[in-house]
């Protein structure tokens, strides 16, 4: 089972509507937060010890207008601090990221780069 990431980790400036209350413009402080995502996500999960039922965690990530590399970096950060033992896939919505970006050789390789990652993050942009 594919399990979508919450735009809380995901987005990181809210938008300007009404959806999002008080923080509607405002920048995300949660954006990227792996500790965060460690507590109220995997740690559930293992304790429910629902990882045979866990393909991976989708993180989707909307059109923003951060520099390529300043995401990148920050999402290489993101993925050096989580556990291993789980899977993770990247689903990037803006125009100015690419499938074949190298992010951090040892962290993220997107695909038909080698060697693999020693995570398991499959790395998707679509325009």
Known sequence: MCFKVWEEITIPTFAKHPRYGVRAGQPNPRFLDAKLFEELVLTPYREAKFEPHTDVFLFEFQRHGMPAEEF????????VMLPCDFRYAVEAWNPGLQCNQAINNNVVRPEGLEPPTPRSVVWCSIH
């Open 72 to 79: 990148c970096s920050g999402l290489d950060q993101f993925f």
